[in-house]
């Protein structure tokens, strides 16, 4: 016996006695050579590329049926997700791991129907599949269609966020797609109850099971054989933070959407004023510091008279301040506030992710342009104004994938923008910018029908 069939055959031997499927973790002896890890990756994507052909027909109300029984199933299986998911958590608290991250991997009832509420969104949206980008009959005769097709096998590597696997999983689904995940060792006992459960939704509707898969088992070693399988995965999308993502954008040989990095800015303008400006802040910052949408710099008009309060109202709230000089001067002398400290060059290239936030003095919005041009990662950009010259100068001079005039960035969300849930935000200009949805799930086909036309 091969070192390959050896690890498959410990593999059924543990789904026989009730261990998890080869679509989630299972215990092995010994690692596979590389040689051997590489085969079964690619078998694997093989499944995934015969399973994208059968899904690619599937009808939308076949595909929102499916949809709308992955929703009930996981509220009926609550139970064994939030038991995997309390191993997963109480694993990552006695490594250390941060609140915020904790945070990040935590499902609770409220989230899974949450989850569950997304996907029955997602079943109300119209299919993109087969929707005529452009059609028109050319003047010798011929019909030309240009229509939206599934990509094929989508790749996803991802952080400690469970929801992701349910939110991709649910998308690749709708546009006809089959999906291979990576959801990191961190979420792994809570992904494989999420991937068993879309799975046997999947076989009770006579699909195919292998439209979504996992690399989960094979660790970081399998992940790299993922990244490098082009021609079985048509495209991958890193979700996570700049390690991840800068990791798979040097190291992947398929296509890579890259996903959103968010250093964040909002400028307080000069006309702004304090109490919707606080309302928008405190929501920015501390709704959920964990995520990609919340903000990480605050920039100040220098003439603003609402500053000073809303730099107390975020120290009350509990938000640590980084500030420049001419920011600390604003700050006012408060009891039980948390203390400012001072700015380095550092902060403002920060993705924090937790209550911190960098604040920097501008004296008009082309400084705050400058400064974002130099430090953003092309997430998502806002301004509180109530200025309609302001507001135009800062919507036509940001160049990120989002830009928001007097509202929070924590709307930048594919589920909060109607998408019904998001692969990732794309920081990129290709063919998917911003909250990717349905539509960035597919590529398009052209198809011409004639009458026996031929070219002079």
């Known amino acids: 016996m091969t070192e390959l069939q050896d690890v498959r055959a410990t593999r059924n031997h543990d789904a026989a006695e009730g261990a998890p499927s080869p679509s989630g973790p299972a215990p092995r002896d010994a690692a596979p050579s590389p040689e051997a890890l590489t085969a079964a990756v690619h078998a694997l994507a093989d499944r995934s590329r015969e399973a994208s ?52 991997l935590t ?15 997602l079943a109300a949206l119209p299919d993109p599949v087969g929707t005529a980008v452009r059609a028109e009959t050319l003047p010798n005769g011929l ?16 952080e400690a ?29 809570t992904n494989a109850a999420l991937v068993g459960i879309v799975r046997d939704t999947l076989e009770d509707h006579g699909l195919p099971a292998d439209a979504v898969l996992t690399v989960d088992e094979y660790g ?14 048509d495209v991958l999308i890193p979700r996570g933070g700049r390690e991840l993502i800068q990791s798979v954008v040097r190291n992947a040989r398929v296509p890579v959407i890259e996903t959103g990095e968010g250093n964040v800015h909002i400028l307080l303008d000069e006309s702004a004023e304090e109490s919707m400006a606080i309302r928008i802040l405190l929501n920015a910052k501390t709704q959920r510091p964990s995520v990609c ?8 008009h220098s003439a603003s008279a609402a500053a000073p309060g809303v730099l107390a109202a975020l120290r009350r709230a509990g938000v ?3 500030v420049d000089e001419r920011s600390a001067a604003l700050l006012r002398e408060e009891d039980g506030v948390v203390p400012a400290v001072p700015a380095t060059e550092d902060d403002w290239g920060r993705e924090y992710m937790q209550l911190d936030l960098a604040v920097r003095t ?20 806002a301004i509180i104004t109530d200025s309609l010259a302001s507001s135009e100068e800062f919507v036509a001079g940001v160049d990120s994938a989002a830009v928001l005039v007097n509202a929070s960035t924590r709307f930048v969300d594919g589920g909060e923008l109607g998408l019904g849930a998001e692969v990732g935000i794309s920081t990129q200009k290709m063919h998917a910018r911003g909250p990717m949805g349905l539509a960035e799930l597919t590529t398009t086909q052209w198809i011409v029908q004639g009458e026996g036309q031929v070219r002079s």
């Open 293 to 300: 949408n919340t903000v990480e710099t605050l920039l100040v």
């Open 320 to 322: 640590t301040l980084h």
């Open 107 to 121: 499902l609770d009832a409220g989230r899974i129907d949450g989850l569950a509420a997304a996907l029955t969104q």
């Open 362 to 381: 501008v004296d008009s919005v082309g400084e705050a342009l400058r400064h974002i041009r130099r430090w953003s990662t092309g997430h998502s950009e």
């Open 220 to 233: 970081r070693a399998g992940a790299q054989v993922l990244m490098e399988a082009r021609g079985r995965v």
């Open 161 to 189: 966020r469970p929801n992701v696997t349910v939110d991709i999983a649910g998308l690749a689904l709708k546009s006809g797609n089959a999906v291979i995940l990576r959801g990191g060792s961190a979420a792994q006992a």
């Open 53 to 104: 052909r059968i899904l690619a027909r599937a009808t939308r109300a076949r595909k929102d049926r499916l949809l709308l029984a992955v929703a009930e199933a996981l509220v009926a299986r609550r139970d064994v997700v939030l038991a995997a998911n309390r191993t997963d958590v109480d694993r990552g608290r006695a490594a250390g791991s941060s609140e915020y991250l904790l945070d990040r």
């Open 143 to 158: 019909r030309m269609r240009q229509v939206r097709v599934p990509l094929g096998v989508v790749a996803a590597i991802y």
